[in-house]
């Protein structure tokens, strides 16, 4: 299997490689150059597989021979042993609501289902050229910890997390800051969230620290993290039902980087039946108004919700669907980006939008629709959303039968949950006495030439230890 830009101008590279490059060197984001095509009898036979075997088929389609198949799995089962639920990505039903649970890892978000297997993928890969890579990112909250979670340990990999110090939850922060790992390096930002991915953006373009470090990203860009995504469509269609290719099932997923549901996407173009795919936002809604109307437009700024994870006003992934809604013309792609770039919008053609409308439903749902939601499911059910999953079965309320992705664990979201229904939800066990717990923490000024100093002083005293 090939790898190519949504833009152009790269040759067309290998699994390994498009896995280490991340983002592609011309700016755009890698994609497949073909997506594997499935056949309803291919597909029945997955329909009773469990999680970690449909896993290993489905990235087998996408990494060729680059890895033997032994190695897959092992890499595959050894990701999804740090899950506390023995199916990994659960279906359970809240009153008549079908949800996806998809925060069972280690840091209760969704992100451990891409980023466990990312971290044990670019071990692998590392070993076997030999090489080390020095992963550099900023988080606003869910990210950075599973980021961490998915890397913690690895030898061959240092981590570096910046967060706005004081911005993230408690919670959040704790996650992070507790991982006491060598390889682990978290730096609290006198700052914003802006601030610290304006740092990282300033460390990236420049490229001699760039290469002299050899810096890595983690963000939702890397194709591998849409892989790992796409398993748990096909898994909750084998579950529901039982492998019948004449059902097609939807699903509503709260989007904010569009990963998640462009991973939905992928798996109906590869030949899943899927029915409808419901893009759940919240107040930041450029999703939402792009499917409506046809022009992807940025607003002046972000808006804080209720689901943070959510607030986002670019979303990264996008770029990729908009390659596939022009099928592959990556001249079209250019013109529509220089477009956004220049005047902050982009607009596609009526027959594109009308394509666009069949692929997507959108909804954006507010903060008093979320907590209302939290409200009736509990009342109804007695089952806890977190309010990123509330926003997506809020969405999904003329589609009864849809299957609502759960992306978070409610008790990381403590606030959000009494203020709908006046407790906390339990928390798992991964969450528990974090606040007690022992916690390493850089603190530094906004600067670029701050954190630039901070990263050469720690590798020296790493490579010397
Ligand atoms: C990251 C995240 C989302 C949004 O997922 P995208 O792939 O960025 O669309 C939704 N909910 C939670 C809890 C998240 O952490």
Redesign the pocket.
């Known amino acids: 299997m090939h790898y190519i830009s949504t833009r152009g101008g790269i040759e067309p590279i290998g699994f390994a490689q498009a896995v280490m490059m991340g983002l592609a060197t011309d700016g755009g984001l890698l994609v497949p150059a073909e997506i594997p095509a499935l056949e309803p009898a291919r597909l029945r036979t997955w329909a009773d597989l469990s999680f970690q075997d449909l896993a290993l088929e489905v990235s087998t389609l996408f990494v060729g021979d680059e890895i033997p198949r032994a190695d897959l799995k092992a890499l595959i089962e050894r990701s999804y042993a740090t899950f506390s639920h023995p199916e990994v990505t659960p279906i359970v039903t809240a009153g008549e609501t079908r949800i996806l649970e998809l925060f069972h890892g280690p840091t209760a978000?969704?992100?451990d289902v891409a980023l466990q297997w990312l971290g044990n993928l670019f071990e692998y890969l590392l070993e076997r050229e030999g090489g080390r890579l020095n992963i550099v990112g900023a988080t606003s909250g869910?990210?950075g910890s599973a980021a961490i979670y998915g890397v913690r340990g690895k030898e061959r990999i240092q981590i570096f997390i910046l967060h706005p110090k004081g911005r993230v939850s408690p919670i959040q922060e704790r996650q992070m800051t507790t991982v006491l790992d060598g390889n682990v390096h978290n730096v609290a930002v006198r700052g914003t969230f802006d601030d610290a991915q304006n740092i990282v953006k300033t460390l990236f373009n420049d490229l001699p620290f760039k290469s002299a470090y050899r810096l890595g990203a983690v963000n939702?860009i890397n194709w591998a993290r849409i892989l790992a995504q796409t398993v748990y469509y096909f898994y909750a269609w084998g579950r529901i039902t039982g492998g019948d290719t004449e059902r097609r099932i939807s699903f509503s997923v709260?989007?904010?980087?569009?990963?998640?549901?462009f991973a939905g996407y992928l798996a109906r173009r590869m030949g899943l039946p899927i029915d409808r795919l419901v893009i759940a936002t919240n107040r930041n809604d450029i999703l939402t108004r792009f499917i409506h109307s046809g022009v992807y437009a940025v607003e002046d700024a972000v808006h804080q919700t209720l689901s943070p994870?959510?607030d986002i006003q670019i979303a990264s992934n996008f770029e990729r669907y908009l390659y596939y809604l022009h099928d592959g013309d990556q001249a079209r792609v250019c013109a529509l980006l220089d477009d956004l770039k220049r005047t902050g919008r982009l607009e596609v053609s009526a027959e594109r939008h009308r394509q666009a409308q069949a692929d997507f439903d959108a909804v954006a749902v507010s903060d008093a629709e979320t907590l209302d939601q939290i409200r009736a499911t509990y009342e109804a059910s007695g089952y806890i959303l977190?309010p990123?999953t509330a926003v997506g079965v809020r969405a999904a309320r003329d589609l009864p039968e849809a299957v609502c992705l759960a992306?978070?664990h409610p008790a990381k979201f403590g606030e959000a949950v009494v203020q709908a229904i006046g407790c906390e939800a339990p928390p798992p066990p991964s969450l528990l006495g974090l606040l007690e717990k022992e916690a390493r923490c850089a603190e530094l000024d906004a600067s670029a030439e701050a954190v630039k100093e901070h990263i050469e002083a720690t590798l020296k005293t790493v490579s010397a230890a």
């Open positions: 978000a969704f992100k869910d990210t939702s709260p989007t904010g980087n569009f990963g998640d549901v994870a959510m977190c990123h992306t978070a």
